[in-house]
């Protein structure tokens, strides 16, 4: 089957993309991914920083990303009920081992788990308006859920949001220099508290993004079949409407000074309600001067990239927790200097694709992957599959 390379440049965006935010999680404590004022106090260029992140690229990467993967699904079905169900189990196989051993911001684990509800889902709509309308359902049901929270919530934050000295002191110690065992202990808490999420709120907006990327993809708007004029009108209006429903929830949270109840929930609502309008306005610009774009050496090796999106999340995962927990590097930054991370990270990602890529079909893990499915499924694949 022939690549669309401009889905590839898209997934190689979403991977890149991830990073900007993912960086606050390997440099600083965990509370500091979601809370800007998460050590009581903040400077004014870490509000800035996270206000410009928040409109931009908070949630917009990872719903650009779970909408490539339930449109990866849709493409998958020919292969049929084994072979889907074998990779995604697989990818719930992995993704436990990294959020357990190397870094408790997996998302592999959710997806894998979550997808293995969601084909079937794909598999048995029977018009895209219904698949479409179903994945709708179930990403709003999500935002009711996190407004729900946000009502039954007590007004004084936990560890979680802010946490006090020692917790800090003790997170960095197990992270950097605690054992093995100790790391693993803690990350296991984790995965309990992010599976207990994932179950009662998370799942329904990931649930939907699958829905409405497949969707998406059976109407053959992924496909790049719809005239480069639709693109760009509507990626300049999804852009401006997805900002417009999240810049007055970031105006508010500094207004009320990022205060738990309502910055840990209700004000994420319309968040999580403008990113996938907003990240499909990117995407829809993407296509729209895909012309222009494909020409750019730069655009190419970033389809590379997308090809490659599983070895190079996890490649990220590999250089970011070396730097900042083997050489101690946590803590010792800003979330605006921070950033200064990413852009070596993005050239290493892009760098090892290109390469890759010259001589291979497939990344390291994607081959795995496929062996892996190809054996538990008993199917047989071409010699030249890697």
Not at 77 to 104: E, M, N, Y
Not at 262 to 272: S, T
Not at 311 to 316: A, D, E, G, I
């Amino acid at each position: 089957m022939e690549r669309n390379v401009t889905l590839d440049f898209v997934r190689g965006i979403a991977i890149l993309g991830i990073l900007l935010l993912n960086i606050t999680a390997f440099g600083l404590p965990k509370a500091a991914y979601l809370n800007p004022a998460w050590s009581g106090t903040i400077t004014l260029s870490d509000a800035w920083t996270w206000a410009v992140l928040d409109l931009f690229a908070q949630v917009k990467f990872l719903s650009l990303f779970a909408l490539l993967f339930g449109a990866g699904l849709q493409m998958l079905l020919p292969r049929g009920k084994r072979w889907i169900q074998s990779r995604l189990t697989l990818l719930v196989l992995l993704g436990f081992i990294h959020a357990l051993v190397f870094w408790d911001g997996d998302i592999l684990l959710a997806y894998g788990l979550v997808g293995l509800i969601s084909w079937r889902m794909i598999r048995d709509a029977q018009s895209v308006k219904a698949l479409f309308n179903t994945g709708l359902a179930l990403y709003l049901i999500g935002i009711v859920v996190l407004l729900l929270l946000g009502v039954i919530s007590g007004s004084a934050p936990n560890r979680s949001w802010l946490p006090g000295p020692a917790n800090i002191q003790y997170e960095v110690w197990w992270k950097t220099t605690g054992s093995m065992m100790e790391a693993i202990g803690n990350r296991a808490d984790m995965l309990s508290s992010g599976l207990l999420a994932l179950g009662a709120q998370y799942g329904w907006e990931l649930a939907g993004l699958m829905l409405l990327g497949a969707a998406l993809m059976r109407s053959g708007w992924l496909k790049g079949q719809f005239s480069l004029r639709h693109y760009r009108r509507t990626g300049l209006f999804l852009i401006a409407l997805g900002v417009a429903i999240n810049l007055p929830a970031i105006i508010a949270q500094w207004q009320l000074g990022w205060s738990y109840r309502w910055c840990a929930f209700i004000l994420q609502a319309p968040r999580e309600l403008g990113a996938p309008i907003q990240v499909l306005g990117y995407t829809a610009i993407i296509y729209g001067f895909w012309p222009q774009l494909c020409r750019s050496r730069l655009v190419n090796a970033v389809a590379c990239v997308g090809r490659m999106a599983l070895s190079n999340y996890l490649l990220q995962t590999l250089i970011c927790t070396t730097l900042f927990y083997r050489f101690g590097l946590v803590m010792k930054f800003d979330r605006l200097h921070l950033l200064a991370f990413v852009p070596p990270v993005w050239a290493v990602n892009i760098l090892f694709s290109v390469l890759w890529l010259r001589r291979f079909r497939q990344g390291p893990m994607e081959w795995l992957w496929r062996q892996l499915t190809a054996r538990a499924t008993g199917t047989s694949l071409p010699r030249t599959s890697r």
